[in-house]
């Protein structure tokens, strides 16, 4: 019997924060961000910690918690032994049903996901985010990967956990030197080189379009 790994899920809350770079933000409508975890290979909650603080600091918001629940049969995607990261959007979209339209969902795991892409139909890829939409999701599978050691890794995971958010927040791919934006092209190397935070331009873009409350 295949045991289905569980997705994870916090609940995410835009707000201003004093975070150094925000002490003068506009203050911003509130998000809620899901983000679940896994059963079988229990996703640590210092890792969880850590995303939940790498986005309040790096995109001012707070960060709430929703139970746990598994990935969906139905994304799993059997001859590559993997999950379909756009059937798990589909998934974690209605987790915000009823909400405004500034909630916003992350899920992540530790199983490994893929989608359509660069002429493949089936692409492993880092993370998946609605560009402008309701919903992202990452994978730790590929983040782990030659990581020396558990800092490293946990930087990987948190700057992929901004740069998917960031995509729901309305932020393209963008060729700013270092930006946690900058698209990943399949390569661990491009998060590596990343410092982990918005370049001026995609800062500029997320505080122009935050709304006021």
């Excluded at 939409?133 to 990987?156: E, P, Q, Y």
Aim: aromatic content about 6%; overall charge positive; proline content about 6%.
């Amino acid at each position: 019997m295949r045991f289905a790994p569980l997705l994870a899920a916090a609940v995410l809350v835009l707000a201003a924060i004093g975070a150094s770079h925000a002490q003068h933000a506009p203050r911003r409508a509130l998000v809620k961000l899901a983000v679940l975890t896994h059963p079988t290979h229990d996703f640590p909650a210092s890792l969880e910690h850590a995303i939940a603080e790498g986005l309040r600091d790096e995109l001012q918001v707070e960060v709430q918690t929703l139970p746990r629940r598994p990935l969906p049969e139905a994304a799993y995607y059997a001859p590559r032994r993997r999950y379909r990261a756009d059937v798990l959007l589909d998934r974690l979209r209605p987790l915000q049903a009823g909400e405004p339209e500034t909630t916003k969902v992350l899920g992540f795991t530790a199983a490994d996901i893929s989608t359509s892409a660069r002429g493949r139909f089936d692409w492993g890829v880092f993370g998946l985010g609605d560009l402008g939409g309701r919903a992202a999701v990452l994978s730790t599978f590929r983040l782990r990967r030659n990581a020396r050691d558990d800092a490293h890794f946990t930087f990987r995971v948190v700057t992929t956990a901004v740069h998917e958010v960031g995509h729901t927040l309305g932020l393209e791919h963008c060729t700013e030197p270092r930006c946690v934006m900058n698209d990943a092209h399949g390569s661990i190397a491009t998060v590596d080189g990343s410092d982990g935070h918005l370049g001026p331009v995609c800062r500029a873009r997320v505080d122009r379009s935050a709304p006021l409350r």
